[in-house]
């Protein structure tokens, strides 16, 4: 069983990897992987679904270079997320590694699933008559009113949630009204189950928002319409969870008649810049993160500032 460490350093048990999609996470963890006698913890939401592989950026064989990857297809894509049982995974996944003598490298951009694996975190239960009743108002009256709720009731989780995200706001009140606290109240502090070292990739806004528009470009010239069409056929649409993902959503719009698909493309692009700036904002609000330079410079040095920076922390 895992147990909080104290704040003395030692020699970090974990390596993370976090910061913005596109910013070169990936290729960062696998570097070090490969020099530690590392494996990869993923540690991105969408890309735990099966078949989720184009519009998630997720590695193949090739790119992973020999270095075993966990936590990749774990779910079908009708299958609503649960950061909880995603942290039971995860802390499975690190145990092991870590009583083989392998070092856990965990990466990816989705903030709360980082916090849910490395950080002190418990998940309130769930109420079903709660759940149903607030599923069916956001049904009827949509999430504005939802949002509006919340921000008398618990300002701060309004503020992190963004106001279309109905699925969201439903837990937050269920949450608010099984359990008589703010949302908030429940979100991890920085008390760390593991001795680790973060790593953020940082990359300047303007190169950052052209990798992400290269990127769209790159996955539908890499067939994502075609994926998007046959996980539509293996239930896409009726997932809560991955119907949302970016890019699929889009291309689940397009594919329906709702807009036309060099809309979906742009506004693909358009909503995955968004994305990068809130996952940014999660991660900076962490003073354990330490951040090195991403950009097109310092891309070939990455890995070895990484190293560099294990070493001092090792001998500090």
Not at 32 to 42: C, K, T
Request: hydrophobic share 45%.
């Amino acid at each position: 069983m895992t147990v909080p460490v104290s704040a003395s350093r030692r020699t970090p048990q974990v390596i993370a990897v976090v910061g913005p999609t596109a910013a070169g996470k990936s290729d960062l963890a696998v570097g070090l992987a490969r020099h530690l006698g590392g494996e990869i913890v993923n540690a991105d939401s969408m890309q735990l679904y099966a078949g989720m592989d184009i519009g998630t950026a997720k590695l193949t064989p090739a790119e992973r270079r020999g270095v075993p990857h966990h936590l990749l297809d774990v779910w079908d894509v009708t299958v609503a997320a649960n950061v909880a049982d995603y942290q039971r995974l995860a802390r499975a996944e690190i145990d092991r590694l870590l009583a083989a003598g392998r070092v856990p490298v965990l990466v990816g951009g989705s903030g709360l699933y980082v916090r849910a694996a490395l950080d002190v975190m418990e998940f309130p239960g769930t109420d079903p008559a709660v759940r149903a009743r607030l599923e069916a108002e956001l049904a009827d009256r949509g999430p504005g009113v939802l949002h509006a709720r919340l921000g008398v009731t618990d300002p701060d989780a309004a503020r992190a949630i963004l106001p279309s995200n109905g699925r969201r706001l439903v837990r937050a009140l269920e949450v608010i009204e099984i359990t008589g606290r703010p949302f908030t109240a429940h979100l991890p502090g920085h008390e760390a189950v593991y001795d680790t070292l973060q790593i953020g990739v940082d990359v300047a806004r303007p190169e950052l928002d052209a990798r992400i528009t290269d990127r769209v470009d790159r996955m539908w010239e890499a067939g994502l319409v075609d994926e998007v069409r046959a996980l539509e056929a293996a239930g896409l649409r009726e997932g809560r969870t991955a119907s949302r993902a970016l890019g699929y959503q889009q291309v689940l719009a397009a594919l329906a008649g709702e807009c036309a698909e060099d809309v979906a493309r742009a506004e693909t692009v358009r909503a995955t810049k968004r994305f990068a700036r809130r996952q940014d904002s999660w991660f900076r609000r962490d003073p354990r993160v330490h951040w090195l330079g991403g950009g097109a410079a310092d891309r070939a040095e990455l890995t070895s500032s990484a190293l560099a920076l294990l070493e001092r922390a090792v001998t500090a």
